[in-house]
């Protein structure tokens, strides 16, 4: 891998930082942000995004690379610094062989039993159990000797954002959708801190509805990239509207699609540091994972009001949170990441009516008929047990009673059949796939580095470009190899350290681990075999 890196992006990777080492660290991970949503927003921010921007270190062409990026792999990338078949997540979920759905932060309630918001231990556990390697927080914890003591928090609104991060020994926190309240489990913790506790005591979210009035006057040159027709394939509007915050279904999740919650999370930040830091820590180090934008791009796609206005909400509430800890440490002592586990799809409708084929693949029909024609064909039963975008999961007990030269035509009628629906480009047995050789930087190389034997499935699928699997006819997704969903902002700022300057050479997401650990002089992710970013 080093010699890959060395051959193909050798001008960026030499320099880390040799000036101030930061005491403190945030890094913030915006969930769904492309580097095209980022920039086209660029102009229109003047708080803390701004100030990172203007006088920090700007990558301009980082990839996530993975063939369906999703929340659980990149943020386990920039956790630990290797491909998804190396730590494990190879998306937010998966199936076992029985066709059981495994979540990627599942563990067992003896160890790892979520507290409900009194501190009681509820039915089941969350962790980085399925998680196959060490990240950059177990790093810093596991260098820590007496005198000099680290302290590792990873905050979320997503169990598994800040699961991954957190790795195994940080201390990951997150907000329970159902009951409405921050939380971890006893791998984290041996019962619920009390901090937190007064934290959610505090809160005033529940009231029945919010309304969101946008950052700047509806006809701002700001919202200049709304598309107006995205509002006939996506809900209605949120945006100066009472919009509720709470149902009997989701629970929280309508107020987690609001920027409310982006603020209750910075609002945690600032509780957190408050309450942990002492200025006797060696490194303090706060992961700050947001989840807002990418659970509004879901439902609207990025050419809506509510996702562009959701980028200015998070530069302000970012401006907040610097400004807050600035008033009590030195500027200087703060390094400041930003990154983002994946991009984001435009709404297929809108490209179509530009001309462009794009396709809504609705894969909960998929199922059936093809179980119907491999029925009809060669008298399975219910072969197809499932689909985890790209994925289809077989019944391999079946498969495996059938005679090689049956399975043979079983896998080519399956083939011919994905491949004549439309916004189908490519299809691969998990073996085809595994064995064949790519270049470094191909499409196919992305899959392939995804794959892991038990828990990928048996086929995997690469739509067209600007198709999606969906089981929705409205919204959006991200789960493709395209660089609408794989390249994403990554800028570093350190006030008297870093200088203002762009990169526009390709760089990997798998890096930022290894280029933090090298600016805080301590060990990389174990199984990470790349080289820090010049960031100075």
Not at 111 to 123: P, Q, S
Not at 414 to 435: A, M, N
């Amino acid at each position: 891998m080093k010699q890959f890196l060395g051959l193909f992006f050798a001008p960026i990777f030499f320099t880390t930082l040799q000036s101030q080492k930061p005491k403190i660290v945030i890094a913030l991970v915006v969930d769904q942000c492309s580097w095209q949503e980022f920039k086209t927003a660029l102009p229109y921010f003047h708080d803390g995004l701004k100030k990172i921007y203007d006088g920090g270190t700007v990558f301009t062409n980082c990839i996530q690379p993975h063939g369906m990026p999703s929340t659980a792999t990149g943020h386990a990338a920039l956790s630990t610094g290797v491909y998804a078949k190396d730590h494990g997540w190879i998306g937010n979920s998966w199936f076992d062989k029985n066709g059981k759905k495994i979540g990627c932060d599942d563990a067992p309630k003896k160890m790892a039993g979520v507290f409900d918001c009194k501190g009681n231990t509820l039915g089941y556990g969350k962790s980085a159990h399925n998680l196959l390697v060490d990240g950059l927080s177990d790093q810093l914890l596991l260098c820590s000797h007496e005198k000099s003591k680290n302290k590792v928090f990873a905050l979320s609104l997503k169990s598994r954002s800040a699961i991954a991060t957190a790795a195994k020994l940080g201390k990951a926190i997150w907000f329970d959708r159902q009951q409405g309240c921050f939380t971890s489990s006893k791998a984290y913790f041996q019962s619920l801190p009390e901090w937190i506790k007064r934290f959610n005591n505090k809160q005033t979210f529940t009231e029945k509805t919010v309304t969101w009035h946008l950052s700047y006057p509806q006809n701002s040159p700001a919202y200049g990239a709304v598309n107006k027709k995205t509002y006939d394939f996506s809900p209605k509007s949120y945006i100066n509207r009472p919009v509720e915050i709470k149902n009997k279904k989701e629970g929280y999740e309508p107020f987690l699609e609001t920027p409310f919650s982006m603020k209750l999370l910075f609002d945690l930040a600032k509780d957190c540091f408050d309450k942990n830091y002492t200025g006797e820590e060696n490194i303090f180090f706060l992961w700050l994972t947001i989840s807002s934008p990418d659970k509004i791009n879901h439902q609207f796609g990025p050419a809506s009001y509510e996702v562009i206005d959701m980028y200015y909400k998070l530069d302000k509430y970012l401006g907040t949170l610097m400004g807050h800890l600035e008033q009590k440490v030195d500027p200087c002592d703060i390094l400041y990441v930003l990154s983002a586990d994946h991009g984001t799809s435009p709404l297929p409708e809108l490209v179509t009516q530009e001309g462009y084929p794009a396709h809504r693949i609705f894969y909960k029909k998929l199922i059936p008929e093809l179980n119907a024609l491999l029925s009809r064909q060669f008298g399975t039963k219910n072969l197809i047990l499932e689909f985890k975008t790209p994925q289809f999961y077989l019944d391999m007990a079946q498969l495996k009673t059938i005679p090689t030269q049956k399975q043979q035509a079983i896998i080519f009628s399956i083939k011919q059949f994905l491949l004549s629906q439309p916004g189908i480009k490519r299809v691969w047995t998990f073996d085809e796939l595994h064995y064949s050789v790519f270049e470094p930087e191909a499409i196919e190389n992305y899959f392939k580095q995804q794959l892991l034997v038990g828990r990928s499935g048996f086929i995997t699928v690469q739509t067209a470009p600007l198709s999606q699997f969906t089981k929705y006819k409205t919204g959006t997704s991200h789960r493709t190899p395209y660089a609408y969903n794989t390249r994403i902002p990554l800028l570093f700022y350190q006030k008297g350290t870093t200088k203002k300057q762009n990169h526009d050479k390709k760089v990997l997401s798998l890096q930022v681990p290894i280029t933090i650990a090298s600016i805080l002089q301590v060990p990389q992710p174990s199984a990470s075999t790349t080289d820090p970013l010049m960031v100075i």
